[in-house]
């Protein structure tokens, strides 16, 4: 999991490495070119003191405890009888409709 701040600097850089992989050196699949280990070369690279990391412990695995920063249960709310749910699909719709 990771998260980045609105006009990151460092996704930002992250994307232009991953495009230039990709057509460059034509390694353009998630594990071969553009996976966790390249977004971790990239974080490498970039080298930004800024930069946090959070033990997995203390977000998505493990209990949840006064430690946990965040935790999901991957309970598919986004879901309803098998389908979107009627929010979820209107702002998918919205999304796409702004890419237009």
């Known amino acids: 999991m990771f998260g980045f701040e609105k006009g990151s600097k460092l996704l930002e850089f992250a994307i232009q490495l991953t495009r230039e992989n990709c057509l460059r050196f034509e390694t353009c699949g998630v594990m071969t070119g553009a996976g966790p280990d390249f977004l971790t070369a990239a974080v490498s690279y970039f080298d930004d003191p800024d930069v946090v990391f959070v033990h997995k412990q203390h977000t998505i695995?493990?209990?949840?405890?006064?430690?946990?920063?965040?935790?999901?249960?991957?309970?598919?709310?986004?879901?309803?009888d098998g389908?979107?749910?009627?929010?979820?699909?209107?702002?998918?719709?919205?999304?796409?409709?702004?890419?237009?």
Request: contains cysteine; aromatic residues 6%; negative net charge.
């Open 61 to 80: 695995q493990g209990p949840v405890t006064n430690q946990t920063v965040t935790h999901h249960d991957f309970d598919a709310t986004w879901l309803c």
């Open 83 to 100: 389908g979107l749910c009627d929010g979820v699909k209107e702002g998918v719709k919205e999304l796409g409709n702004q890419n237009e």
